[in-house]
């Protein structure tokens, strides 16, 4: 058996680990934990829903509901499927989160200018008047999370991201 360091993505747990009971010589082992994707996603969740607490109270917003109308605030006139291709969600996700959405007169669905057939989006009053408070709460968590980074890591940060996207640009253009 190869020897394994904590670094190591292909590592068994340990003795101590909790996992170790779960796992098995006859399937593949790695740290989970350190699996990039995984901590993206885990990351990602926490500070989705620490937020999402700040406006769930106030306005009785999910996660979904915030994407589509910050997503509709800053690019009003897409269509569901263009929400969908800006926030990574599913397509059904976004369908039933425009829906409560519109029932709850937070957007409105109009009839695309050159294509009568295609409908689009935009906040209604209300919805802009949602997003009009939330932006700066959105803007102060952001600002409060990024805190312990200096300006050069918080540039390092965005780079990196940058980066990041690129390369899952070129991963989605090999699959394909």
Known sequence: MKPTTSHDSTAAPGPGDPSSAQASAEHAQWELDRFLPYRLSVLSNRVSQTIASAYARRFGLGVTEWRVIAVLGRYPGLSANGVAARTAMDK?????????????G????????????????????DGYGIY???????????????EPLDADERAQLDRLLVKLSTGLAGLAESRD
């Open 92 to 104: 059904v996700a976004v369908s039933r989160t425009v829906a409560r959405l519109l029932e709850r």
């Open 106 to 125: 937070l957007l409105q669905r109009d009839t695309h200018d050159d294509d009568r057939r295609r409908s689009v989006l935009e906040l209604s009053p």
């Open 132 to 146: 009009d408070e939330v932006v700066p709460v959105a803007l102060d968590y952001e600002r409060r999370l990024l």
